[in-house]
């Protein structure tokens, strides 16, 4: 008997329908041995581990020694990246029967994938562990050192996280950015044409055109009355079609998916969370459906490539099929060719209607992942756009407005991944226009002045804010989602509308770590050692001069800081009402463990508290007309609920219910 060992059950099932009798497959559900719960387990002298093994695990390590004595080959096929071969390096160290050990590696779970594997076993990538333990120890040790100083100088129950508190920071500075915005008023001015026709013609198309320059000048119109002088002269001006410019434009399809862009289009196209997305893509990994999810790599194994281009050639016919294959170079530098970016395992599995587990959800990022490989290899879209230029003769002045029409010429990978709209350069969408010539004379049906203003950058949202993680090289794809569930579970950021806000407790931890220990928050150090961790999986590097390279001056630091930092006091939210028990005091909005509540600003001296509830203002419950309030679940989830419950069992996941008049 052989026994082949992987981390999921859902995995071993998959496995097991492309084996034989001969083979045993066990799963470890995740890691088995870990750095221990309760103390530092690392030697800072020597940067030595002390694992522990993981609560619960026992008695399957005590399956898998007796599974393994008996077997005549055994088989490490965790994942293929820095976890997975962590979780075969602790098994082979803990099961006996060394000689019968090999490490099988495969980036999607199909017969033909796990023939190949089985036919060219390999021993464990010790440079991989490495790296994976590097990465560990670094976090143990900004982790265990600095959330013990967070207890004593802010509060009690906090942590710290060499990712996490960077992305915190983020949030942070875009909040404070926001808040000191200063909004600039200007004008934009819009005219409404219709070209002129004869009486027993019908009626020609309307459009708008937007007032761009004056005199040749490029126009900014900045106040009220200039704006008001301007309109008074376009609607008395004549207008004729100065120019009429039309261009193709090729649009490629965009690269295959790998983690972060997967990440990114499942949180813009279904609203999901990172988290979220990639409990799903484990799931379609695991029933072998989709390469694995946790790449940065766009590489496609040119098998793969060949069946997509039969496939759209039969489906689609041969003007949708380029004359040779798409390649897509890699930009991470963290990125190995041999893994592949995330694709079907199977092409012609198409859209969304699999029979698969985890029902709805598995079917729409399985059909996310389908399309995008396939439009991926198909040809560009063309589209032509049409810019016309009016010109206004007005009595004192030469008026220009533009506007921009497009017309799709061929579909290409939109055949597959869907229209979208087309857009200028300030994103306003392209309507359609009529035809017209140079000279071609307008009547005007409207002059709109409008008044605007600069708006404050927008907050991060799930796919904006993993864009920015990994442009700034902080993270890698497997630390995304965990990061982000994390930062809320700990209140240090919140999220209201699919957008990231940080809590007030969030800014105070923040501020500390930004004044005492700025390197720990520095884009660029915590980028750089990102490089490093790759560096040791890649062999360039060893781990114990990386983290003594750290930690001296960070423990150096720490000291200092114990010594000479003051308490911070984390502000409170004052609600404007007097406290219900003391009379004394005002009610105010405190962060606890479990989020917010209210209390009183008398506490201790007044020991008065209770839940915080947010109320909607403007939204009442679709069922009982009552109020509509934020709640969350045991779990942590946002989500919106009638005031009147358990009377009323409203609840809205993901929109709020319509305005009541």
Not at 207 to 216: C, D, I, P, T
Not at 281 to 304: C, F, K, V, W
Not at 343 to 351: D, L, Q, S
Request: hydrophobic content about 35%; aromatic content about 8%; some cysteine.
């Amino acid at each position: 008997m052989n026994l082949i060992i992987v981390e999921s059950p859902t995995k071993a099932k998959t496995l097991s329908r492309f084996l034989g009798s001969d083979y045993r497959v066990e799963a470890t559900m995740g890691h088995v041995r870990d750095l221990p719960e309760k103390k530092l387990g690392v030697n800072v002298e020597t940067f030595e581990p002390e694992y522990a093994v993981v609560t619960g695990k026992k008695e399957i390590i005590d399956k898998l020694k007796k599974e393994a004595s008996k077997a005549s080959k055994i088989y490490l096929a965790t994942d293929p990246d820095r976890e997975g071969e962590a979780i075969a390096w602790h098994i082979a160290d803990l099961i006996s029967g060394k000689s019968k050990l090999s490490r099988i590696t495969f980036h999607e779970i199909t017969k033909s994938a796990i023939d190949k594997a089985l036919a060219e076993p390999g021993q464990i990538n010790l440079e991989l562990v490495e790296a994976q333990l590097s990465r560990r120890i670094l976090d143990r040790l900004v982790g265990y050192k600095l959330s013990p100083l967070l207890w004593q100088k802010v509060r009690r129950g906090l942590s710290a996280g060499r990712v996490q508190s960077v992305t915190v920071r983020l949030i942070v500075e875009r909040e404070k950015e926001i808040e000191k915005f200063v909004p600039v008023e200007y004008w934009e001015i819009a005219t409404l044409l219709q070209k002129l026709v004869g009486s027993d013609l019908p009626e020609a198309p309307k459009f708008w055109a937007k007032l761009v320059r004056r005199n040749g000048e490029k126009l900014e119109v900045k106040g009220e009355v200039e704006a008001k002088e301007i309109t008074a002269e376009l609607e008395k001006a004549g207008y004729e079609i100065y120019s009429v410019d039309k261009k193709d434009f090729r649009r490629n399809p965009a690269p295959p998916f790998i983690t972060s862009t997967l990440q990114q289009a499942a949180a813009n196209r279904l609203g999901w969370s990172s988290k979220r997305t990639m409990n799903v893509a484990q799931s379609l990994y695991e029933q072998g459906l989709i390469t694995y999810h946790r790449t940065d790599s766009t590489n496609l194994a040119g098998e793969a490539v060949n069946r997509a281009r039969d496939f759209i050639k039969e489906n689609y016919g041969p003007n949708y099929l380029p004359e040779k294959p798409r390649l897509y170079p890699t930009k991470s530098k963290s990125a190995q060719e041999a893994h592949e970016a995330i694709r079907p395992t199977n092409v012609e599995a198409e859209g969304e209607r699999l029979e698969v587990e985890d029902g709805r959800d598995a079917n729409k990022l399985y059909g996310l992942i389908w399309k995008r490989f396939v439009a991926c290899q198909m040809e560009a879209s063309v589209v032509e756009i049409t810019t016309l230029t009016v010109q206004a003769a007005g009595e004192k002045n030469i008026y220009h407005l533009e506007t921009k029409g497009a017309w799709e010429k061929f579909d290409g990978w939109r055949k597959v991944y869907g229209k979208v709209d087309e857009t200028d350069e300030q994103g306003n969408k392209i309507e359609s226009l009529p035809e017209v010539d140079k000279g071609t004379e307008l009547k005007l049906l409207e002059v709109k002045p409008e008044q605007k203003f600069t708006q404050p950058p927008p907050r991060y949202n799930e796919a904006s804010l993993i864009k920015a993680l990994e442009e700034l090289g902080i993270g890698r794809p497997s630390t995304y989602a965990p990061t982000i569930s994390t930062i809320q579970e700990r209140n240090y950021v919140e999220k209201q509308e699919r957008q990231f806000l940080p809590t007030v407790l969030g800014v105070a931890v923040t501020d500390f770590l930004m004044e005492y220990f700025p390197n720990i928050l520095d884009y660029q150090f915590t980028a750089k050692m990102e490089d490093d961790l790759d560096a040791i999986a890649n062999g360039e590097k060893q781990r114990v001069p990386i983290l003594n390279e750290f930690y001296r001056p960070f423990a150096e630091k720490l000291e200092g800081v114990k010594r000479v930092a003051q308490r911070v006091a984390v502000q409170v939210e004052a609600t404007g009402e007097s406290c219900p028990k003391c009379k004394e005091g005002s009610v105010v909005i405190r962060v606890g463990r479990f989020g917010k509540f209210l209390s009183c600003s008398r506490f201790p001296a007044c020991d008065w508290r209770a839940p915080y509830v947010k109320k909607i203002e403007g939204m009442k419950c679709p069922k009982c007309g009552g109020d509509i309030v934020y709640k969350r679940t045991k779990k942590g989830k946002g989500f919106y609920g009638c005031a009147n419950w358990p009377k009323c069992d409203f609840a809205s996941w993901r929109k709020l219910p319509v305005k009541t008049k």
